[in-house]
């Protein structure tokens, strides 16, 4: 049973441009979890997915962000017109359920650097 | 507000040697803690899982205990090795409610040979 995936693992873009991080739950997840960690950070949340609805957005800027889970596919998230800032690591994490006792199992990361 | 603080934030050890490492929360109403351990470039992976029930438990050479009365959580990892460097993050779940965990910022620990 793969892990969960994450793609690319390493991505450069310069000041402008558009990001696109994509996460692959484990077989049988349908709960997905964005994180974003800076350095020397902790990890900070991001957006909660469920397959084509997002459940919680709360942790996620209100401009040039936005995640998606559709009903085939990944989860993907996207940062439009991406700026110095948002250089940091991207980790998803899926899970088999909602709520407390569902552990979260965390991909490798998508590490965004703009130039 | 919710809050898990970790001690200490770096921690460099000889190999062969134990460690603790320290983690104290405000989460309320409490349900669980997980230890993770994070190598570098890689995602979290998870280390132990304890319940308010729960005092202590081992993974390995790794042992979470928990007082729920002071809402202290340590992590000891015995006999430490190379391998064992790594970021050590405590994460902590509200019972009911929020389904998205508050994560300490993490303990670096460096074990040098």
């Known amino acids: 049973n793969a892990g969960v995936m994450q793609n690319p693992r390493h991505l450069v873009r310069r000041r402008g441009q558009e990001a696109r991080l994509r996460c692959s739950p484990m077989?049988?997840?349908?709960?997905v979890y964005w994180y974003r960690q800076l350095p020397e950070e902790g990890l900070k949340f991001m957006v909660y997915?469920?397959?084509?609805?997002?459940?919680?957005e709360s942790g996620m800027p209100k401009e040039r962000f936005s995640a998606e889970f559709p009903k085939e596919g990944p989860s993907i998230l996207r940062i439009q017109q991406v700026v110095r800032g948002d250089s940091a690591a991207y980790f998803c994490?899926?899970?088999?359920?909602?709520?407390?006792?569902?552990?979260?199992?965390f991909g490798p990361g998508t590490r965004l650097t703009v130039t | 507000k919710n809050q898990v603080e970790q001690s200490p934030q770096s921690l460099i050890i000889l190999e062969g040697k134990n460690c603790t490492l320290q983690?104290?929360?405000?989460?309320?109403?409490?349900?669980?803690l997980r230890w993770y351990k994070q190598d570098t470039g890689r995602g979290p992976v998870s280390l132990t899982i304890?319940?308010?029930?729960?005092n202590t438990k081992s993974n390995g050479r790794y042992t979470a205990t928990l007082d729920a009365d002071t809402k202290q959580s340590s992590l000891h990892i015995t006999a430490s090795q190379l391998s064992d460097s790594a970021s050590y993050i405590c994460?902590?779940?509200?019972?009911?409610?929020?389904?998205?965990?508050?994560f300490g910022r993490g303990t670096s620990l460096i074990v040098h040979p």
């Open positions: 994490a899926s899970s088999l359920g909602q709520g407390q006792t569902y552990e979260q199992y």
């Open positions: 077989k049988g997840h349908s709960h």
């Open positions: 997915l469920q397959k084509e609805n997002i459940i919680d």
């Open positions: 983690c104290n929360y405000t989460v309320s109403p409490f349900s669980n």
């Open positions: 304890m319940t308010f029930s729960e």
């Open positions: 994460v902590v779940s509200v019972l009911g409610g929020s389904y998205i965990p508050t």
